[in-house]
């Protein structure tokens, strides 16, 4: 009966969130997220730092802290089709003094009104979290994984059904315990001629870099350890070089927009 109205709960919320504009959503379990991948691994690699880590006195690099009271973390998604590059743009100045990305904006957008709606209806109280661990965010991919949005495909990112490799996250935690909603059984990648890693510009896939007897994993970055994350860095190094100066609507300063890269993502035919 108690599971009943846990399941209930947690469909509810993923139909809100879908009411209130994510494309997709699921719930997973914090006692599931501590021992997932990422979250083992977080810290312990010894190169963490890069474009996607942030310096934050007394804050280890990818070291996630948990919030004593978070039982169940809700993940949503927007997806990223190619005809909507803009969503991903990193835009600094203007509005932006801190810098975000349009689609960043929009999730942002869903989880208040999730978060709200949440604590209006439950009590429960929601932990709406940023996008880097050192200010204390969680791993979102392994989120999504674990809430059964779909794998991490051989290009390190997020694979699902829907979307393939392109699409948003964003998390919050909250201090009820839910009916996780994942993971699924789904993997494209297995007999994939793996079109990801060959349209990599810095060739991030090529070398063994971690291996399961030094982490004690199975499942490690690209799957099997190829992953090298200062190599994506140096990529993210020149695109942030590249950076273009331009008007935006809505702005009347000009700003600075940054086009990351996302070749792994757009040449998967997952979901295309
Ligand atoms: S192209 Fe897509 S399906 Fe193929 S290996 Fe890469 S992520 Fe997996
Ligand atoms: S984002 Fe670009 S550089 Fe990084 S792994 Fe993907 S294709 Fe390679």
Not at 129 to 146: C, N, R, S, W
Not at 153 to 159: A, E, H, M, Q, T
Not at 168 to 178: H, N, P
Not at 203 to 225: C, H, M, N, W
Request: net charge negative; glycine share 10%.
């Amino acid at each position: 009966m108690l599971e009943d109205l846990r399941v209930g709960l947690s469909q509810d919320i993923i139909a809100k969130a879908k009411e209130f504009g994510a494309d997709l959503a699921g719930i997973a379990r914090v006692e599931d997220l501590k021992i997932s991948p990422s979250h083992v691994m977080g810290g312990q690699i010894p190169d963490f730092g890069g474009v996607g880590a942030k310096e934050v006195d007394g804050r280890k690099p990818g070291v996630v802290e948990w919030p004593k009271s978070a039982k169940s973390a809700i993940v949503i998604a927007i997806a990223h089709p190619p005809e909507k590059p803009e969503l991903d743009w990193w835009v600094l100045g203007g509005k932006s003094a801190a810098g975000n990305t349009a689609g960043n904006k929009v999730l942002m957008s869903i989880n208040k009104k999730l978060a709200e709606w949440l604590e209006h209806e439950t009590g429960a109280q929601c932990m709406k979290l940023p996008y880097h661990v050192e200010f204390g965010g969680i791993y979102m991919k392994d989120t999504a994984v674990m809430a059964g949005l779909g794998c991490i495909g051989k290009n390190n990112i997020l694979v699902t059904p829907e979307f393939g490799p392109r699409q948003r996250l964003r998390v919050m935690l909250v201090d009820i315990d839910l009916a996780p909603t994942g993971p699924i059984d789904f993997d494209p990648c297995v007999d994939c001629a793996m079109f990801c890693r060959s349209a990599c510009p810095q060739k991030v896939f090529d070398a063994q870099i971690y291996t399961s007897e030094e982490y004690g994993l199975t499942q490690l970055p690209g799957r099997t350890g190829v992953y090298s994350r200062p190599l994506c860095n140096k990529q993210m190094d020149i695109d942030t070089a590249n950076q273009q100066v331009v008007v935006v609507e809505g702005q009347e300063e000009p700003v600075k927009k940054t086009m990351f890269c996302r070749e792994c993502e757009l040449a998967c035919p997952v979901g295309a």
